[in-house]
């Protein structure tokens, strides 16, 4: 069975710290891994996408890297900000089962930002 | 940002009542998608659907059903509630023709939060 994990569940940081989160998947043959910020009540935002062939993306102040290898996924925020408080999600595409673009998410990590 | 709707947002009914989920997307995606996500577990994939008239069971199942009579809309119906359908539901869209190498990003929509007392 394919899984993705995140650790930790919870993280609070004080504000302008730099700060990872983990991601974990089981399966080396992903094509992509993507990160999604989720807000109370609203739904996913896509933050960033990384392909197989990139190790590395960068989109303002996160930079999310990719590990095939080790099945490892880190996403970094530099300077924290309150407003960056969310659930952060990472999701990887099902590799079986002939599916293509349905994605398997993480159990998230819930950042908060204290001022 | 992306323009996919979802109505209710919040939805308390009782046991045994039928209940229709919309989501609707402006984009013309033909790629749409039910997850449910109970509180603080992962989003399953309960249903997808390719473009009208295609619709298909996602990973988790569910006794939802979805129809895809148009494009852009995307309904999820519970014929009869129960407790268990507790949950929030997000849609999603995604455009293959957009895609690059392969890879399509979903857009969501706000969720909607079901409670079924």
């Known amino acids: 069975k394919q899984e993705v994990t995140q650790i930790p569940a919870a993280l609070s940081v004080p504000e302008g710290e730099n700060l990872v989160l983990n991601c974990s998947f089981t399966?080396?043959?992903?094509?992509?891994l993507q990160w999604f910020r989720q807000d109370p009540g609203k739904g996913l935002t896509s933050l960033l996408l990384?392909?197989?062939?990139?190790r590395e993306q960068t989109s303002g102040r996160l930079n999310a890297s990719l590990d095939k290898s080790s099945g490892r996924s880190t996403l970094y925020i530099a300077a924290s900000q309150p407003g960056d408080s969310a659930t952060y999600l990472c999701a990887a595409p099902r590799t079986y089962g002939g599916a293509t673009n349905k994605l398997i998410f993480g159990t998230g990590t819930l950042l908060a930002v204290q001022p | 940002e992306a323009d996919i709707y979802q109505t209710p947002r919040y939805l308390v009914i009782g046991t045994g009542k039928k209940i229709t989920l919309e989501c609707s997307q402006t984009m013309g995606h033909d790629k749409m998608y039910w997850y449910q996500q109970d509180p603080g577990m992962e989003l399953h994939l309960i249903h997808y659907?390719?473009?009208?008239?295609?619709?298909e069971k996602g990973d988790l199942s569910s006794e939802s059903t979805v129809s895809r009579i148009r494009t852009e809309h995307f309904p999820l119906t519970l014929e009869s509630a129960r407790p268990s359908h507790t949950s929030q539901y997000l849609c999603?869209?995604?455009?293959?023709?957009?895609?690059?190498?392969?890879?399509?990003?979903?857009?969501f929509g706000p969720g909607t939060r079901l409670l079924v007392l």
């Open positions: 999603a869209s995604s455009d293959p023709t957009l895609s690059v190498r392969g890879v399509e990003t979903q857009y």
């Open positions: 990384i392909q197989s062939s990139q």
């Open positions: 399966d080396s043959a992903i094509y992509n």
């Open positions: 659907s390719y473009g009208v008239n295609s619709t």
